[in-house]
Protein backbone atom coordinates (compact mmCIF):
# COMPACT_ATOMS: atom_id res chain seq x y z
CA UNK A 1 0.00 0.00 0.00
CA UNK A 2 2.29 2.58 0.88
CA UNK A 3 4.61 1.87 -2.59
CA UNK A 4 1.20 2.43 -3.97
CA UNK A 5 1.32 5.41 -2.06
CA UNK A 6 4.43 6.98 -3.07
CA UNK A 7 3.64 6.05 -6.77
CA UNK A 8 0.79 8.46 -7.14
CA UNK A 9 2.15 11.36 -4.96
CA UNK A 10 5.61 11.13 -7.40
CA UNK A 11 3.93 10.70 -10.74
CA UNK A 12 -0.05 10.24 -11.00
CA UNK A 13 -1.63 13.30 -9.51
CA UNK A 14 -4.02 15.19 -11.35
CA UNK A 15 -2.29 18.25 -12.96
CA UNK A 16 1.28 16.93 -12.11
CA UNK A 17 4.48 17.45 -15.20
CA UNK A 18 4.51 13.73 -14.95
CA UNK A 19 0.98 12.47 -15.23
CA UNK A 20 0.69 14.81 -18.65
CA UNK A 21 3.64 13.14 -20.03
CA UNK A 22 2.50 10.03 -19.00
CA UNK A 23 -0.97 10.66 -20.48
CA UNK A 24 0.48 12.46 -23.81
CA UNK A 25 2.92 9.08 -24.32
CA UNK A 26 -0.29 6.56 -24.32
CA UNK A 27 -2.15 9.02 -26.77
CA UNK A 28 0.44 8.80 -29.61
CA UNK A 29 1.04 5.23 -29.03
CA UNK A 30 -3.04 4.92 -29.48
CA UNK A 31 -2.42 7.46 -32.37
CA UNK A 32 0.35 4.96 -34.13
CA UNK A 33 -1.30 1.84 -33.18
CA UNK A 34 -3.71 0.99 -36.34
CA UNK A 35 -6.51 2.65 -37.50
CA UNK A 36 -8.74 0.85 -34.65
CA UNK A 37 -6.50 2.73 -32.24
CA UNK A 38 -6.12 6.39 -33.70
CA UNK A 39 -10.14 7.32 -32.74
CA UNK A 40 -8.93 6.75 -29.72
CA UNK A 41 -6.17 8.04 -29.68
CA UNK A 42 -7.78 11.89 -30.52
CA UNK A 43 -10.58 10.99 -28.07
CA UNK A 44 -7.60 10.20 -25.53
CA UNK A 45 -5.52 13.03 -26.24
CA UNK A 46 -8.60 15.95 -26.16
CA UNK A 47 -9.86 14.14 -22.69
CA UNK A 48 -6.66 15.01 -21.57
CA UNK A 49 -6.35 18.55 -23.07
CA UNK A 50 -9.79 19.07 -21.35
CA UNK A 51 -9.03 17.84 -18.29
CA UNK A 52 -5.70 19.87 -17.62
CA UNK A 53 -6.76 23.08 -19.48
CA UNK A 54 -10.19 22.84 -15.92
CA UNK A 55 -7.62 21.95 -13.61
CA UNK A 56 -5.43 25.15 -14.29
CA UNK A 57 -8.83 27.10 -14.62
CA UNK A 58 -8.36 29.65 -11.33
CA UNK A 59 -12.10 29.44 -11.49
CA UNK A 60 -11.86 25.35 -10.45
CA UNK A 61 -8.71 25.65 -8.07
CA UNK A 62 -10.58 28.29 -5.91
CA UNK A 63 -13.85 26.11 -6.48
CA UNK A 64 -11.91 22.98 -4.94
CA UNK A 65 -9.91 24.89 -2.30
CA UNK A 66 -13.29 26.50 -1.14
CA UNK A 67 -15.02 22.62 -1.27
CA UNK A 68 -11.73 21.07 0.81
CA UNK A 69 -12.39 23.58 3.60
CA UNK A 70 -16.06 24.12 4.27
CA UNK A 71 -16.77 24.36 7.62
CA UNK A 72 -13.65 25.77 8.99
CA UNK A 73 -13.60 29.85 9.18
CA UNK A 74 -10.20 32.04 10.16
CA UNK A 75 -10.80 33.06 14.40
CA UNK A 76 -11.24 36.29 15.02
CA UNK A 77 -9.51 37.99 18.26
CA UNK A 78 -12.94 38.27 19.92
CA UNK A 79 -13.59 34.30 19.81
CA UNK A 80 -9.68 33.38 20.94
CA UNK A 81 -10.55 31.41 23.69
CA UNK A 82 -9.43 32.81 27.14
CA UNK A 83 -8.16 29.38 28.65
CA UNK A 84 -6.36 27.57 26.08
CA UNK A 85 -2.41 28.41 26.53
CA UNK A 86 -0.97 26.28 23.98
CA UNK A 87 -1.07 26.63 19.98
CA UNK A 88 0.36 23.64 17.65
CA UNK A 89 1.28 24.88 14.23
CA UNK A 90 1.57 22.13 11.55
CA UNK A 91 4.06 21.71 9.03
CA UNK A 92 3.29 22.98 5.37
CA UNK A 93 6.21 21.86 3.27
CA UNK A 94 9.85 23.00 3.27
CA UNK A 95 12.99 22.48 1.29
CA UNK A 96 16.64 21.95 2.31
CA UNK A 97 19.24 23.58 0.22
CA UNK A 98 22.77 23.07 0.69
CA UNK A 99 26.05 23.63 -0.54
CA UNK A 100 29.66 22.61 1.06
CA UNK A 101 28.71 23.45 4.42
CA UNK A 102 26.27 25.79 3.92
CA UNK A 103 22.76 25.33 4.45
CA UNK A 104 19.56 26.94 4.26
CA UNK A 105 15.94 26.01 4.77
CA UNK A 106 12.83 27.85 3.07
CA UNK A 107 9.57 27.22 4.04
CA UNK A 108 6.83 26.72 1.66
CA UNK A 109 3.82 29.21 0.86
CA UNK A 110 1.86 27.11 3.18
CA UNK A 111 4.18 26.86 6.24
CA UNK A 112 5.29 30.26 6.15
CA UNK A 113 1.24 31.29 6.06
CA UNK A 114 0.69 28.60 8.98
CA UNK A 115 3.83 30.34 10.90
CA UNK A 116 2.12 34.16 10.31
CA UNK A 117 -1.02 33.09 11.76
CA UNK A 118 0.85 31.20 14.72
CA UNK A 119 2.63 34.12 15.63
CA UNK A 120 -0.81 36.35 14.90
CA UNK A 121 -2.47 33.65 17.68
CA UNK A 122 0.91 34.19 20.22
CA UNK A 123 0.00 38.08 20.72
CA UNK A 124 -3.14 38.33 20.66
CA UNK A 125 -2.75 35.74 23.68
CA UNK A 126 -1.23 35.61 27.04
CA UNK A 127 2.56 34.26 26.07
CA UNK A 128 0.63 30.76 24.89
CA UNK A 129 3.37 27.90 24.64
CA UNK A 130 3.59 27.22 20.58
CA UNK A 131 4.52 23.44 19.69
CA UNK A 132 5.77 23.46 15.78
CA UNK A 133 5.42 19.92 14.11
CA UNK A 134 7.43 18.91 11.02
CA UNK A 135 10.45 16.25 10.49
CA UNK A 136 12.11 15.04 7.34
CA UNK A 137 11.31 13.69 4.14
CA UNK A 138 14.16 13.42 1.85
CA UNK A 139 12.06 12.12 -1.21
CA UNK A 140 10.32 15.87 -1.19
CA UNK A 141 13.90 17.56 -0.52
CA UNK A 142 13.07 18.24 3.63
CA UNK A 143 16.33 17.25 4.79
CA UNK A 144 16.44 19.34 7.75
CA UNK A 145 13.49 18.64 10.00
CA UNK A 146 10.84 20.99 9.12
CA UNK A 147 10.07 22.44 12.63
CA UNK A 148 13.37 24.21 12.42
CA UNK A 149 12.70 26.79 10.03
CA UNK A 150 9.31 27.01 11.11
CA UNK A 151 10.90 27.98 14.63
CA UNK A 152 13.34 30.57 12.51
CA UNK A 153 10.17 32.31 11.13
CA UNK A 154 8.45 32.76 14.15
CA UNK A 155 11.18 34.27 16.15
CA UNK A 156 12.06 36.37 13.20
CA UNK A 157 8.29 37.50 13.73
CA UNK A 158 8.86 38.30 17.63
CA UNK A 159 8.08 35.39 19.10
CA UNK A 160 9.90 34.48 22.07
CA UNK A 161 12.17 31.27 21.12
CA UNK A 162 11.79 29.74 25.05
CA UNK A 163 8.04 29.39 24.31
CA UNK A 164 8.79 27.52 21.21
CA UNK A 165 8.46 23.72 21.18
CA UNK A 166 9.86 21.65 18.50
CA UNK A 167 8.63 18.20 17.34
CA UNK A 168 10.61 16.90 14.64
CA UNK A 169 10.09 13.20 14.30
CA UNK A 170 6.89 13.22 12.42
CA UNK A 171 6.93 12.36 8.71
CA UNK A 172 2.89 13.01 8.10
CA UNK A 173 0.15 14.45 9.28
CA UNK A 174 -0.87 10.75 11.31
CA UNK A 175 2.75 10.78 13.00
CA UNK A 176 2.12 14.22 13.94
CA UNK A 177 -1.08 13.19 16.05
CA UNK A 178 0.68 10.33 17.25
CA UNK A 179 3.84 12.41 18.44
CA UNK A 180 1.97 15.32 19.83
CA UNK A 181 -0.49 12.83 21.87
CA UNK A 182 2.31 12.04 23.65
CA UNK A 183 4.33 15.04 23.80
CA UNK A 184 1.42 16.77 25.06
CA UNK A 185 0.08 13.86 27.33
CA UNK A 186 3.74 14.45 29.05
CA UNK A 187 2.92 18.21 29.59
CA UNK A 188 -0.79 18.13 30.74
CA UNK A 189 -1.98 20.12 27.92
CA UNK A 190 -5.80 18.91 26.94
CA UNK A 191 -6.99 22.14 25.16
CA UNK A 192 -4.80 23.52 22.40
CA UNK A 193 -5.27 25.65 18.86
CA UNK A 194 -4.44 23.67 16.06
CA UNK A 195 -3.11 25.82 12.90
CA UNK A 196 -3.06 24.46 9.46
CA UNK A 197 -4.12 25.32 5.95
CA UNK A 198 -8.07 25.02 4.94
CA UNK A 199 -7.18 22.75 2.32
CA UNK A 200 -5.37 20.81 4.87
CA UNK A 201 -7.75 21.06 8.32
CA UNK A 202 -10.68 18.25 8.04
CA UNK A 203 -7.70 15.64 7.62
CA UNK A 204 -5.90 16.84 10.79
CA UNK A 205 -9.05 17.34 12.57
CA UNK A 206 -10.34 13.63 11.90
CA UNK A 207 -6.58 12.17 12.12
CA UNK A 208 -5.90 13.86 16.12
CA UNK A 209 -9.52 13.07 16.96
CA UNK A 210 -8.99 9.30 16.33
CA UNK A 211 -5.80 9.95 18.44
CA UNK A 212 -8.51 11.29 21.09
CA UNK A 213 -7.36 14.51 20.85
CA UNK A 214 -9.87 17.62 20.68
CA UNK A 215 -8.06 20.65 18.73
CA UNK A 216 -9.18 24.07 18.33
CA UNK A 217 -9.49 23.82 14.69
CA UNK A 218 -7.95 27.82 13.15
CA UNK A 219 -7.09 28.27 9.63
CA UNK A 220 -4.58 30.49 8.27
CA UNK A 221 -4.77 31.47 5.00
CA UNK A 222 -4.51 29.27 1.82
CA UNK A 223 -2.39 31.69 -0.29
CA UNK A 224 -0.91 35.01 0.19
CA UNK A 225 -2.32 38.59 -0.93
CA UNK A 226 -2.98 38.62 -4.68
CA UNK A 227 -2.85 35.22 -5.58
CA UNK A 228 -4.86 34.81 -9.06
CA UNK A 229 -5.80 38.50 -8.10
CA UNK A 230 -5.92 39.54 -12.10
CA UNK A 231 -6.51 36.08 -13.27
CA UNK A 232 -9.43 35.38 -15.75
CA UNK A 233 -11.36 32.84 -14.08
CA UNK A 234 -11.20 30.55 -17.17
CA UNK A 235 -8.00 30.92 -18.88
CA UNK A 236 -5.24 28.34 -18.00
CA UNK A 237 -2.77 29.37 -15.29
CA UNK A 238 0.57 27.96 -14.10
CA UNK A 239 -0.39 29.37 -10.43
CA UNK A 240 -3.96 27.86 -10.57
CA UNK A 241 -2.88 24.57 -11.41
CA UNK A 242 -0.12 24.18 -9.04
CA UNK A 243 -2.97 24.94 -6.70
CA UNK A 244 -5.68 22.10 -8.25
CA UNK A 245 -2.98 19.72 -7.99
CA UNK A 246 -2.17 20.07 -4.36
CA UNK A 247 -6.01 20.04 -3.71
CA UNK A 248 -6.00 16.85 -5.78
CA UNK A 249 -3.06 15.64 -3.18
CA UNK A 250 -5.18 16.70 -0.64
CA UNK A 251 -8.04 14.45 -1.92
CA UNK A 252 -5.76 11.73 -2.48
CA UNK A 253 -4.37 11.37 1.08
CA UNK A 254 -7.35 11.96 2.69
CA UNK A 255 -8.95 8.55 0.39
CA UNK A 256 -5.75 6.92 1.74
CA UNK A 257 -6.00 7.66 5.43
CA UNK A 258 -9.69 6.66 5.42
CA UNK A 259 -9.19 3.45 3.91
CA UNK A 260 -6.12 2.78 5.96
CA UNK A 261 -8.03 3.12 9.01
CA UNK A 262 -6.13 6.50 10.37
CA UNK A 263 -9.88 8.01 11.18
Known sequence: MEF???IVKEYLLPGSLSLLLLGLLIGVILLFS???CKQRG???LFLLLLTYWILSMPLFARGIESLLGRGFEPLNDQDIPEDVNTIVILGGGSNTFRYGDLEINVLSEAGILRAMEGARLYFRMDEPLVIVSGGTNERSGVL???????HDALVEFGVPAAQIILESASGDTYEQA??????LASRGIDDFIMVTS??????AMNTFEAQGLQP???IAAQHGAGFLEHSVAFLPSTDALHASRMAMREIFATLYYALAGRF
Do not use: D, Y
Not at 144 to 150: D, V
Not at 178 to 183: G, V
Not at 198 to 203: A, N
Open 216 to 218: IPV
Open 34 to 36: GEK
Open 42 to 44: KRW
Open 178 to 183: LNLESL
Open 4 to 6: IVE
Open 198 to 203: PTHMRR
Open 144 to 150: TPESEPL
